[in-house]
């Protein structure tokens, strides 16, 4: 496995963690002020591992061609 890929791999890891603790969050008894931060940080957070899946594929994509 290529370095970048396994960054890339390591990052996605990292962003699920932060992923779950919003939705803990977002779970817990209603709190209006952490309940919007949290669902605007796990949407976020949700983008950003989406990207971080199209950059593993493309890289995957990509050693299989080489």
Do not use: C, W, Y
Request: glycine share 2%; no cysteine.
């Amino acid at each position: 496995m290529s370095e970048r890929l396994e960054t890339l791999k390591k990052a996605r890891d990292r962003m699920i963690e932060e992923r779950d603790t919003h939705a803990k969050v977002l779970a817990a008894p209603f709190d209006r002020d952490k309940a919007e931060r949290a669902r605007s940080k796990f949407v976020e957070v949700q983008a950003l591992i989406e990207a971080l899946d199209r950059a593993i594929s493309a890289e995957n994509f990509g050693s299989t061609r080489n």
